[in-house]
């Protein structure tokens, strides 16, 4: 019997790298990725290489049902120079992987048709923001065909997708995933905007990850990371819980740098957000730059922390080797 492996990496565009898949054909089913063979692909293509030494290889290391095929998985690899080495557009292999930790992210994006966000009348704008988030009826609620096919993708291949909901813009939306280790969370991200990306193919539309898709008084796309490891989940304590954040401080200017491309549209001091140039945490404030989640306080100041700061088109292994970095620091 032939078995499709869908072989998915990220390219080498600059600030935020593409996804990029092609299918292998085998005649045996793996029965985990250490079964999946290494491939090579055209690097000149994908800016990745150079036409006169273009190979470029595949490390397979995360695979998962395809929900879309039959008889079919999707491989998520990391990008190695032709010589094995690290390529220098692999960012995951660029960091320790931490097991203590885990993640939990919340994408927003928006549903394009053309170029508008879907729902959005031609030349104009819909009614103000409000009644759009978590909103049901077709007044206010677009694109739930798109999200739930999204969903039952994500789930029938076993991604830890934890919920979704319409967001405040109109044609925006949010799902959350939540992940154990620090590449093994951002490696599901990654393949659920795979999903993402493929699903909207099937209903004509396309998923816009920018931070400020609309400007103007209209709400822009994150991507919250919350996070943990077992001192923030059992030890806790708010001197503990404080002098994280106060890390994070320190650490502010080097952590935007990896939080994603224009980023200061979005984090402006408006809409839910810090202005991009200044640090606070503070419980319960989704203005700031640091949430303490008030269920955190609550349970002895034991839980997690909301990292508000990412932008929806952040590269999830930049993120989590930046907080990976700033806690552990």
């Avoid at 931490?98 to 508008?116: A, C, K, P, R, V």
Wanted: proline share 5%.
């Amino acid at each position: 019997m032939a078995y499709k492996l869908e072989y998915i990496w990220l390219d080498g565009y600059k600030p935020e790298p593409s996804i990029r898949s092609k299918t292998k054909v085998v005649d045996s089913e793996p029965s985990d990725v250490k079964d999946c063979p290494a491939w090579a692909f055209d690097g000149s293509s994908t800016e990745q290489a150079e036409g006169s030494s273009s190979d470029c290889l595949l490390k397979p290391v995360r695979m998962v049902s395809d929900p879309c095929r039959k008889n079919a998985f999707l491989v998520l690899c990391e990008v190695l120079a032709a010589d094995g080495s690290i390529h220098p557009s692999n960012t995951r292999g660029i960091f320790e992987d931490n097991s203590d930790f885990w993640f939990g992210f919340e994408q927003e994006y928006t549903i394009m048709e053309g170029n508008l966000p879907l729902g959005f009348p031609p030349g104009g704008y819909p009614g103000p923001q409000g009644p759009y988030y978590c909103s049901v009826g077709t007044d206010n609620c677009v694109g739930r065909d798109v999200v739930e096919a999204h969903l039952d993708s994500c789930l029938d291949a076993g991604l830890s997708v934890t919920g979704i909901n319409a967001e405040v813009m109109k044609g925006q939306w949010e799902y959350q995933l939540f992940g154990k280790g620090a590449k093994a969370a951002a490696d599901d991200l990654w393949l659920s905007r795979f999903l993402l990306h493929r699903n909207a193919e099937s209903f004509g539309v396309s998923i816009e990850l920018h931070p400020k898709p609309v400007m103007g008084d209209w709400n822009g796309s994150g991507c919250h990371t919350n996070f943990s490891n077992t001192a923030i989940r059992d030890q806790g304590g708010e001197a503990l819980i404080r002098s994280i954040c106060d890390k994070f401080a320190k650490a502010h200017k080097d952590d935007i740098g990896e939080y994603g491309s224009d980023n200061e549209q979005r984090l402006t001091g408006l809409h839910e957000t810090q202005a991009i140039d200044t640090f606070s945490y503070d419980v319960s404030d989704r203005g700031a730059s640091i949430r303490i989640p008030v269920g955190t306080v609550q349970a002895g100041w034991k839980g997690y922390l909301e990292d508000r700061r990412p932008a929806s088109n952040m590269d999830p292994y930049r993120v989590v080797a930046r907080i990976l970095a700033t806690v552990n620091g």
